[in-house]
């Protein structure tokens, strides 16, 4: 479905703004330096050893790869980097928030496949919003790299949230790339995608970090510029949830059938 010529050019060493509004994807190669990559690196090394040490790695079992842990100072703020900062600018212009980040994992107690699905059903706010893949080591499809639907963002949001048929749909071209450290994956959350197993012995390890302008309510940081609103939806409490916006819903609906069982 997507032409070749432009499948050959989903990736740089600059954010190309007109290959990633056609794809919904762009791959920024070296974005980030190799010294900043080797001091995450150092720092995740000895934070993952002792939590494996320790034996005290809660893992979310609605979402195994969902790294459930709180990240050490340099981790926890990477989000914040002047790398990051940029290339915010270079995707949304002066005006940039943060909507969440985290880190996606697949290793030995998370190393399952996940479905096609695409982020926007998952989020609040305006549509417009992307997010920055960053490996903190080399990845691919033997540890559990993503294979992303290039153009399948074009159909917005499809109505509800879970794995896509994509029997139902033209078939789009495919791509699962081999990243390395330091290389950032931008994805309009949009867009389609999925991963399989890691079947290797090393973990896959990626910087989630989902950024929009800053005229949404939904952002919770202010990564560049300034806020373009003066409400928000108060996200920044540790126990929201979005079914707590709403009397009634059909996640509350669900959760009461669910309990009934």
Known sequence: MMK?????????????????????LFIIRN????????????????????????????IDLNNPVNFNENLPEGLNNFWK?????????????DNV???????????????QSIFLHQDY???????????????????????GGMTYYL???????????GEIDESKFEQWSKITPDLN???IVVMNSLLWHKSGPNFSEKD??????????????????????????????????SDFKVDSLFINSRTKKLKILSSNK
């Open 181 to 183: 450290a330091g290389d």
């Open 204 to 237: 896959r390890v990626l910087f989630d970090i989902i950024i929009q302008p800053s005229n949404d309510p939904s952002g919770i940081e202010l990564i560049t510029g300034e806020w373009k609103t003066d409400f928000w939806v108060d996200r920044k409490r």
């Open 151 to 161: 153009g399948s963002h074009q159909y917005g949001y499809l109505g509800d949230a």
């Open 31 to 58: 974005a980030i330096p190799k010294d900043e990559i080797l001091k995450l690196q150092s720092i995740w090394n000895v934070y993952f050893c002792n939590l494996n040490q320790n034996d005290s790695r809660n």
């Open 97 to 111: 928030a943060l909507y969440n980040h985290r880190i996606v994992m697949k290793d030995k107690k998370s190393d």
């Open 4 to 24: 070749k010529a432009v499948t050959n050019q989903i990736e740089g060493f600059q954010f190309n703004k007109n290959i990633y509004s056609e794809t919904g």
């Open 81 to 93: 980097s002047v790398s990051i900062q940029s290339i915010s600018k270079d995707i949304f212009g």
């Open 121 to 143: 059903p998952y989020h609040i706010g305006f549509h417009e919003k992307c997010s920055l893949f960053v490996p903190l080591f080399n990845c691919g499809l033997e540890n």
